[in-house]
T-cell receptor
């Protein structure tokens, strides 16, 4: 079966750095997305990785290792507004989106 | 966790034809279902919100006569793209929220529509 694992909840301090891990087993691979979702709102696109390596975009970076079926989202200089759920999503060989359950990130002052 | 399915997973159609996409909540009852479309590497764009037994609420800029939504039961919502054109080619994703009113949404796998 297809599966995406990410922690259910994480807590971090304002100004700190947090890494949210995601591991996946899917039927083929056509890219991995990270989305941010605030409660009651639609998910917002953060990043897309299809090749191995690190993609940096401002305070957010995303890393992919296809051989390990592993990705992480790194958030630096955390702000209170970063409190949200972070969704790891993999597109399989049929271009279907496999959604992770999301990691609820709680930022404390 | 809760499962949402979509059918078909992909469809290719000729310009001018209509296409129906189904969204089902498999192990829970969904009072509210959401329809999104996604262009490559972009965020999901909410098209409409449908509540069981009532008319869908469309987002600004989405033509309700072109994108017909029916939410006839607590486990099924359908999106019909009428008179499809190539610019309607996109990834259509539904999500569902359960009866408890929990804000958590469960997403379907998406339907890739290609209009020739």
């Amino acid at each position: 079966g297809q599966n995406i694992d990410q922690p259910t909840e994480m807590t971090a301090t304002e100004g700190a750095i947090v890494q949210i891990n995601c591991t996946y087993q899917t039927s083929g691979f056509n890219g991995l997305f990270w989305y941010q979702q605030h409660a009651g709102e639609a998910p917002t696109f953060l990043s897309y990785n299809v090749l191995d390596g690190l993609e940096e975009k401002g305070r957010f970076s995303s890393f992919l290792s296809r051989s390990k079926g592993y990705s992480y989202l790194l958030l630096k200089e955390l702000q209170m507004k970063d409190s949200a759920s972070y969704l790891c999503v993999v597109m399989d060989s049929n271009y279907q989106l496999i959604w992770g359950a999301g990691t609820k990130l709680i930022i404390k002052p | 966790g809760a499962v949402v399915s979509q059918h078909p997973s992909w469809v290719i159609c000729k310009s001018g034809t209509s296409v129906k996409i189904e969204c089902r909540s498999l192990d829970f009852q969904a009072t509210t279902m959401f329809w999104y479309r996604q262009f490559p590497k972009q965020s999901l764009m909410l098209m409409a919100t449908s509540n069981e037994g009532s008319k869908a609420t469309y987002e600004q800029g989405v033509e309700k006569d072109k994108f017909l939504i029916n939410h006839a039961s607590l486990t099924l919502s359908t999106l019909t793209v009428t008179s499809a054109h190539p610019e309607d080619s996109s990834f259509y994703i539904c999500s569902a929220r359960d009866l408890t009113g929990n804000s958590e949404q469960f997403f379907g796998p998406g339907t890739r529509l290609t209009v020739l």
